[in-house]
């Protein structure tokens, strides 16, 4: 039928269910976005604001339950891989690779006595790894939605969105925020997500471009020592924290600081590198809470503006850009027509995020990458999409088609 049509439409499907034979009708697709992030960047582990949003591209999976309790997954990025857990072996392996991630999430839903009995999961992604797009977040999102929907266990998308943020930590490793799976799951078309980390209180924000199209440019960057560098910030903030917690600042987070208090702060920390990296976290922090009212009101040309002070700040204060991205910011802003670019996701390689007029979208391209290329040494790649919905099932979509 036109579902199992789409999904052999993917190339490995056939391959990786054949040795798992059951009936067609039992095959449920899902789709999780990833997302870009607009301004706040390093503020949500701090307590503070982030404006994400969803987008259009993401990553489908293809789900048929089994009866054995076996696990096994396949991506149509590792072409010819299929990677098994059994229940007593649900544990994190380096050589798991992708798997690892809904590994994670069925281990945590265990955790949480959410018990399946297994699934061939095949994941159809066309996100470009590595981009700071939020593949992995994805990835975790949509295997812990779709295994909420075959249960009918009702948990709300903010509870995945934790589960999944858990799953990462946990399980694979990686110290997150949860910015990324939060804006996954709660995402919606031509809205960006206002998400207060602290209290994950939020609201959706109606993103109104016109005749400005968002360009992502991935700047190809190999991925090196993100993670280790990644934490260093994060550790870099809690020295930071403690240090003004004794010098009498009331806060629990960095971002619970104000920039009326920035020059008392000024005047406590002494380290260089930690009053940077707290200068950073408290007006980031400020520009991410404000930039919903300027997003309501219109203004795209100042929201343009304080996207650069984001960039300004995470390359001198932050330091989590690199050459790479700071190339393709700059070259960004010397086109007519741009409104803003800056890094998005955690840096040190990634993608940048640009608000460019409709009508200059050609200049841009061609400028940014020549630039880029004649520094760096090597093309980036652009990427025109708009803001989409968050996780959901696409079982009925596609067999409407
Ligand atoms: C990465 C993390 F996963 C997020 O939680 C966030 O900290 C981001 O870097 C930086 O804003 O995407």
């Given at each position: 039928?036109s579902?199992?049509?789409?999904?052999e439409?993917?190339?490995?499907?056939?391959?990786?269910f054949?040795?798992?034979?059951?009936?067609a009708?039992?095959?449920?697709?899902?789709?999780?976005?990833?997302?870009?992030?607009?301004?706040?960047e390093?503020?949500?582990?701090?307590?503070?604001y982030?404006?994400?949003?969803?987008l259009?591209?993401?990553?489908?999976?293809?789900?048929?339950p089994?009866?054995?309790?076996?696990?096994?997954?396949?991506?149509?990025?590792?072409?010819?891989?299929?990677?098994?857990?059994?229940?007593?072996?649900l544990?994190?392996r380096?050589?798991?690779?992708?798997?690892?991630?809904?590994?994670?999430?069925?281990?945590?839903?265990?955790?949480?006595?959410?018990?399946?009995?297994g699934a061939?999961?095949?994941f159809?992604?066309?996100?470009p790894?590595?981009?700071?797009?939020?593949?992995?977040?994805?990835v975790?999102?949509?295997?812990?939605?779709?295994?909420?929907s075959?249960?009918h266990?009702?948990?709300?998308?903010?509870?995945?969105?934790?589960?999944?943020?858990?799953?990462?930590?946990?399980?694979?490793?990686?110290?997150?925020?949860?910015m990324?799976?939060?804006?996954?799951?709660l995402?919606?078309?031509?809205?960006a997500?206002?998400?207060?980390?602290?209290s994950?209180?939020y609201?959706?924000?109606?993103?109104?471009?016109?005749?400005?199209?968002?360009?992502?440019t991935?700047?190809?960057?190999?991925?090196?020592?993100?993670?280790?560098?990644?934490?260093?910030?994060?550790?870099?903030c809690?020295?930071?924290?403690?240090?003004?917690?004794?010098?009498g600042?009331?806060?629990?987070?960095l971002a619970?600081?104000?920039?009326?208090?920035?020059?008392?702060?000024?005047a406590?920390l002494v380290?260089p590198?930690?009053?940077?990296?707290?200068?950073?976290v408290?007006?980031?922090?400020?520009?991410?809470?404000?930039?919903?009212?300027?997003?309501?009101?219109?203004?795209?040309?100042?929201?343009?503006?304080?996207?650069n002070?984001s960039?300004?700040?995470l390359?001198?204060?932050?330091?989590?850009?690199?050459?790479?991205l700071?190339?393709?910011?700059e070259?960004?802003?010397?086109?007519e027509?741009?409104?803003?670019?800056?890094m998005?996701?955690?840096?040190?390689g990634?993608?940048?995020?640009?608000?460019?007029?409709?009508?200059?979208?050609?200049?841009?391209?061609?400028?940014?990458?020549?630039?880029?290329?004649?520094?760096?040494?090597?093309?980036?790649?652009?990427?025109?999409?708009?803001l989409?919905?968050?996780v959901r099932?696409?079982?009925?979509e596609v067999?409407?088609?």
């Amino acid at each position: 039928d036109s579902a199992m049509a789409f999904i052999e439409e993917t190339g490995v499907f056939p391959a990786f269910f054949q040795f798992s034979p059951g009936p067609a009708e039992d095959v449920r697709v899902f789709f999780a976005p990833g997302r870009v992030n607009l301004i706040g960047e390093h503020t949500d582990y701090n307590g503070g604001y982030v404006l994400p949003a969803a987008l259009q591209l993401g990553t489908s999976a293809i789900v048929r339950p089994r009866k054995d309790g076996q696990w096994r997954f396949a991506s149509t990025s590792f072409p010819d891989t299929v990677v098994e857990f059994s229940p007593e072996n649900l544990e994190y392996r380096e050589n798991a690779g992708f798997a690892n991630y809904p590994a994670g999430v069925i281990w945590v839903l265990r955790q949480e006595g959410y018990i399946a009995n297994g699934a061939d999961i095949f994941f159809a992604g066309n996100l470009p790894a590595g981009a700071g797009l939020s593949s992995s977040a994805s990835v975790e999102v949509v295997t812990a939605f779709a295994m909420a929907s075959l249960h009918h266990w009702s948990i709300s998308k903010e509870t995945l969105a934790l589960y999944a943020q858990r799953a990462e930590n946990q399980f694979v490793g990686v110290n997150c925020g949860i910015m990324d799976q939060f804006s996954v799951a709660l995402g919606m078309e031509q809205h960006a997500l206002s998400l207060h980390c602290q209290s994950l209180s939020y609201e959706q924000v109606p993103v109104e471009l016109g005749d400005v199209v968002m360009v992502l440019t991935n700047s190809n960057k190999p991925h090196s020592l993100v993670e280790s560098k990644y934490n260093e910030r994060r550790s870099e903030c809690e020295t930071a924290l403690s240090l003004l917690q004794d010098a009498g600042f009331s806060c629990s987070y960095l971002a619970d600081l104000t920039p009326e208090q920035w020059p008392q702060m000024d005047a406590v920390l002494v380290d260089p590198v930690l009053k940077r990296r707290v200068r950073h976290v408290v007006f980031e922090n400020h520009r991410a809470k404000e930039a919903p009212k300027l997003l309501r009101q219109g203004r795209l040309r100042e929201f343009g503006e304080w996207m650069n002070a984001s960039h300004r700040s995470l390359c001198k204060d932050y330091e989590v850009t690199g050459p790479e991205l700071d190339t393709l910011a700059e070259s960004a802003w010397q086109v007519e027509g741009c409104l803003g670019s800056r890094m998005t996701g955690g840096g040190f390689g990634g993608s940048t995020v640009s608000l460019v007029e409709r009508h200059h979208l050609d200049v841009f391209q061609e400028h940014v990458a020549r630039q880029y290329e004649s520094t760096i040494g090597y093309a980036p790649s652009f990427y025109i999409t708009g803001l989409g919905e968050g996780v959901r099932e696409l079982t009925g979509e596609v067999e409407g088609k």
